[in-house]
């Protein structure tokens, strides 16, 4: 099954919560997190430790994952390579030197949000560090995804997934 998704721009957070909660989309929970991003071989994939600091969702704290975001009209669809959950650094760590050997950082950012869900789509709410408010739409038919857009004020649609575009920012900031 492929998900499509897109981000895009937005000007305020309350606005975006508030039109979520008038389209029947229901509130999941709130997160705040980092993360980081690590050095990869080839440049289109992109192997990301997501580590949840609150976590008021059914998730673990720790996420690895490996994929490649692949792009048709400012809709990303990714090709998961691997991802795992773990319940601590240690386990995280461990299972990062056996499967990728030496790993090193390029950068990290943080971003606080709020998830919802309307029938089968997911809708991230986030502020994300360097980059300010942003919306995410994520649905199994492409479709949906047209129809959900024209609900939010977004001020323009992303067509870089985050981590290239954090990659960019961190790389002017330095």
């Known amino acids: ?22 389209i ?12 980081f991003i690590f050095e990869t071989k080839n440049v289109e994939e992109i192997l990301r430790l997501r580590v949840f600091k609150l976590n008021n969702r059914k998730a ?6 490996h994929k490649i975001a692949e792009w048709s009209d400012k809709i990303k669809t990714d090709k998961i390579i691997l991802k ?4 601590t650094i240690k386990e995280t760590t461990n299972f990062m030197i056996d499967h990728y050997g030496d790993f090193k ?9 709020w998830e919802y869900s309307l029938n089968k789509n997911s809708i991230f709410i986030e ?18 995804l047209e ?10 649609l992303f067509s870089e997934s985050t981590p290239e ?6 790389k002017n900031s330095s």
């Open 105 to 113: 950082e390029d950068y990290e950012y943080s971003r606080d949000g």
């Open 60 to 65: 673990k704290n720790y996420i690895l994952t």
């Open 165 to 170: 575009i954090m990659r960019k920012l961190q």
């Open 127 to 144: 502020k994300i560090e360097k980059l300010g408010p942003t919306i995410e739409i994520e649905v199994e038919n492409k479709d949906d």
């Open 24 to 35: 029947g989309a229901v509130f999941k929970g709130f997160y705040s997190c980092t993360d």
């Open 1 to 22: 099954m492929n998900i499509f998704e897109t981000r895009g721009k937005i000007d305020n957070i309350k606005d975006a919560r508030d039109t979520a909660e008038k």
């Open 147 to 156: 129809s959900l857009l024209k609900f939010f004020n977004i001020s323009e």
């Open 84 to 87: 795992r959950k773990f319940d």
